[in-house]
């Protein structure tokens, strides 16, 4: 069955980098493609980055912009999320998404468990 | 590109129905929306499409019959009916705007649902 499992989160000091990893079985990784999501601790879901099939376009959102890279390897059906100049503000469980495509856009079809991510001194 | 607005609760008695909505903002209503489900410390869950004429597609795997959905001018609606224990949680609407380059996908704020 489609799994997606995240990993890569943990503490890091504000200003600091980290790297998220998202591992996926169940489905032909190289065709679709893929969103981060995050949730800050008691708040709603916030759209981070959206990365194409095969990686060629890659979108972010304002909050994230320039901070944050989005990445794939096909060979290895993973995706990752490159952080930089972290911020108290990034503190979120990290979600990574299987985005399925129709006439109407893209959707969420298939959500990972989430990888925690704190920032703090 | 669209803002999507949600009730921050609703609840219903056991057994009764609840009614979700999710606005557009002005300018959008040919816009479909996307329901996810999350359910307490779990990650979200594709539920279901939603535009003008109702469903877009197909539900998500294991959505059961009671939940269904309906869309008018800015408004779309999830549907409860028969609220069971397990359907409390958070409901999110969310879409996705433009293409290349101008890609930008957008959540509510999502609505807390109680079963009472």
């Known amino acids: 069955q489609v799994q997606l499992v995240e990993s890569g989160g943990g503490v890091v000091q504000p200003g600091g980098s980290l790297t998220l990893s998202c591992t996926v079985s169940g489905f032909p990784f190289t065709t679709y493609a893929m969103y981060w999501v995050r949730q800050a601790p008691g708040k709603g879901l916030e759209w981070v980055a959206t990365?194409?099939?095969?990686?060629?376009?890659?979108y972010y959102g304002d909050t994230v912009r320039g901070r944050f890279a989005v990445s794939r390897d096909d060979s290895k059906n993973t995706l990752y999320l490159h952080m930089n100049s972290l911020k108290s503000d990034d503190t979120a469980v990290y979600y990574c998404?299987?985005?399925?495509?129709?006439?109407?856009?893209?959707?969420?079809?298939?959500w990972g468990q989430g990888t925690l991510v704190t920032v703090s001194s | 590109q669209p803002v999507l607005t949600q009730p921050p609760s609703a609840s219903a008695s056991l057994g009764a129905s609840v009614t979700l909505t999710c606005t557009l903002s002005?300018?959008?209503?040919?816009?479909?929306v996307d329901w996810y489900q999350q359910s307490p410390g779990k990650g979200p869950r594709f539920m279901m499409r939603?535009?003008?004429?109702?469903?877009?597609?197909f539900k998500g795997d294991g959505i059961p019959d009671r939940f269904s959905v309906w869309g008018s001018g800015l408004n779309r609606y999830l549907i409860i009916n028969n609220i069971q224990e397990e359907d409390e949680g958070e409901y999110y609407c969310g879409a996705d705007h433009g293409g290349v380059p101008n890609f930008v996908a957008v959540f509510g704020a999502g609505t807390k649902v109680t079963v009472l």
């Open positions: 002005s300018g959008y209503n040919n816009y479909k």
């Open positions: 939603v535009g003008t004429g109702g469903i877009v597609g």
């Open positions: 998404a299987r985005a399925t495509r129709d006439t109407s856009g893209f959707y969420c079809d298939s």
């Open positions: 990365i194409s099939n095969h990686g060629v376009n890659r």
